[in-house]
């Protein structure tokens, strides 16, 4: 469970960092690219609600997978992007996916660990999420420093999300 959450810390956070400078990197103004921001975040809202309205019926864990597999084929087409709509399609899907999942680490952790030591196998958990936010805008800003594009940035990130969604279907 904690590398999947440095997958997921890893996805999220590279992503919150520099979807804005990529958006203006392609043309699309300031303010628009902010709004492609917080479009992801409104939809991180609306995935963390939805989508753990639907694990209480389905389970967490295989939510858990379908939030990575949102999240995954959101970077994938994030690849291929070159206009602001399909750079607002891709700030909703992918903020779906990891509102999903990061509303439902505590949950998750519960199922898998039980309750008895909940907070400090959450808190064990969680730092793998925090490793995973901090490692990934600094591996992002270097590669775009070298090669002067997020494309090879993008792709580690879409194979870490793989990686997470592998991880997460051996989970037991």
């Excluded at 779906?96 to 990061?102: E, F, P, V, Y």
Aim: aromatic share 10%.
């Amino acid at each position: 469970v904690f590398a999947t959450e440095f997958c997921l810390g890893l996805c999220v956070w590279t992503i919150t960092v520099h979807l804005v400078p990529h958006a203006t990197d392609l043309g699309i103004s300031a303010a628009s690219a902010a709004n492609i921001l917080a479009t992801a975040g409104v939809t991180t809202i609306i995935g963390s609600v939805v989508l753990c309205g639907v694990a209480d019926k389905m389970g967490n864990r295989r939510v858990f997978v379908v939030c990575f597999i949102l999240m995954s084929a959101a970077l994938f087409w994030l690849l291929s992007v070159r206009g602001q709509w399909m750079l607002y399609l891709f700030a909703a899907v992918f903020g779906i996916g990891s509102g999903g999942g990061a509303a439902l680490m505590s949950p998750l952790v519960a199922e898998l660990f039980g309750l008895s030591s909940h907070g400090l196998i959450l808190g064990v958990i969680m730092f793998g999420f925090t490793l995973g936010a901090a490692v990934g805008p600094l591996m992002a800003g270097y590669i775009f420093d070298i090669t002067g594009s997020y494309q090879l940035a993008f792709l580690v990130c879409a194979a870490v999300g793989v990686a997470g969604l592998i991880l997460t279907t051996v989970l037991r």
